[in-house]
């Protein structure tokens, strides 16, 4: 087990969306699944509690806490792509698999969790500064999934 390791708080289904991220994203996969050893309140012995999963390099552990915390926006995976199959490939993935489209890059996967689909090319405009970042900006704010070509020609102006 890494040092350092994030937990994500799933009501039941932490083996199912560990193994789809695994699916989806390189260099993911499933590492191990702990099973409850005996009956305890809220499920029976043998029961998924907690996964061990990596999700692009990063270790997490996925635990099946229950119902009573939702996930919000306050927490997301976010993926640098390197082109527009890339984000398209990510973001139907996830949207498809009984997700939700949000803003700016920004969608949900059916278990709740967000995610940033974040193009390089965005976040270079950003950085750049000047006109060029407010116009890469300006046309992020009306997209859904990131077009990278309207993205580059707004940058140029």
Not at 69 to 93: L, V
Not at 97 to 124: F, H, M, Y
């Amino acid at each position: 087990m890494a040092k350092n390791t994030i937990c994500v708080w799933y009501d039941k289904d932490a083996e199912a969306a560990a193994r789809f991220y695994a699916a989806t994203f390189p260099d993911s996969t499933v590492d191990a699944v702990i099973r409850a050893p005996g009956d305890y309140p809220e499920g029976k012995q043998g029961d998924v509690l907690v996964v061990e999963f990596t999700v692009a390099g990063i270790p997490c552990i996925g635990l099946n806490g229950g119902p009573a915390i939702k996930h919000n926006e306050a927490f997301s995976f976010q993926i640098a792509t390197d082109d527009q199959e890339e984000t398209d490939r990510y973001w139907n993935a996830i949207v498809g698999n009984g997700g939700q489209e949000s803003a700016c890059g920004w969608c949900k996967d059916k278990w709740g969790v967000s995610w940033q689909i974040t193009p390089r090319v965005l976040s270079e405009a950003l950085s750049a500064g000047g006109g060029q970042a407010k116009r890469a900006f300006d046309a992020m704010m009306t997209m859904k999934k990131i077009d990278i070509a309207a993205i580059e020609a707004a940058r140029r102006g």
